[in-house]
Structures are given as structure tokens and as C-alpha cells.
């Protein structure tokens, strides 16, 4: 993992939740530039993998993988109706019944 500010790879992790089930939620720190940003980690079915088979030499060969684009998409648009909801919930306003 790499600090999406200054792309150094000399991270901690602050703090460590199990938000969910199969998701776990953490904050990280970048010890170069004092960055800090949060990461998700979910499981992800085995059928939302891809995987194919590269030439590395004439003799040799490596298998690449990668999570299906309509995975990731799936994911990014969950994210971003759970952050929603999230601002929604913690608005010092609160609507009167």
C-alpha cells in the first residue's frame, strides 16, 4: 500500500474496525507526510475474480487476476450511498417528526 498523497510506502494502521461482517474498515497514517486516510477491506466472491494467464519467457507463465469491473463499480457506487448516509446521520440538524 502506498500513501495517496506522497506515495510512500511507510504506512501505520491507527485503527482497526469490523464494520461489518465481511468488511473491515481501517485508518491509516503515512510516517513521511503525516497523511491520513481510510481503507476498506471486504471479502469478494470467487466469481468476481478473473483470471488469465500471461507469457512471462518461452518457458514460463504467470497467472494474472483481477476483481471484475462491474464488481468495482458495484462497490464504488455502495460506498459512496454509504458515505452519503453516513454525513446524513451525524448532520447537527436533525428532522422534526
Known amino acids: 500500500m502506498q500513501c495517496p ?3 510512500t510506502t ?14 473491515i474498515s481501517r485508518r491509516r497514517k503515512c510516517k513521511a507526510c503525516d ?6 477491506e471486504v ?4 466469481e468476481a475474480i478473473a483470471w488469465k494467464n500471461v507469457r512471462r519467457s518461452a518457458e514460463t507463465w504467470r497467472s494474472e487476476f483481477a476483481v471484475k469491473a462491474s464488481v468495482l463499480e458495484a462497490l464504488k457506487t455502495f460506498a459512496q450511498t454509504s458515505q452519503q448516509a453516513s454525513l446524513a446521520s451525524n448532520s447537527p440538524i436533525r428532522p422534526t417528526a
Open 43 to 46: 471479502v469478494v466472491p470467487d
Open 35 to 40: 497523511h491520513v486516510w481510510a481503507t476498506a
Open 10 to 23: 511507510w504506512i501505520s494502521v491507527l485503527e482497526s474496525r469490523h464494520t461489518t461482517p465481511d468488511a
Open 5 to 7: 498523497k506522497c506515495n
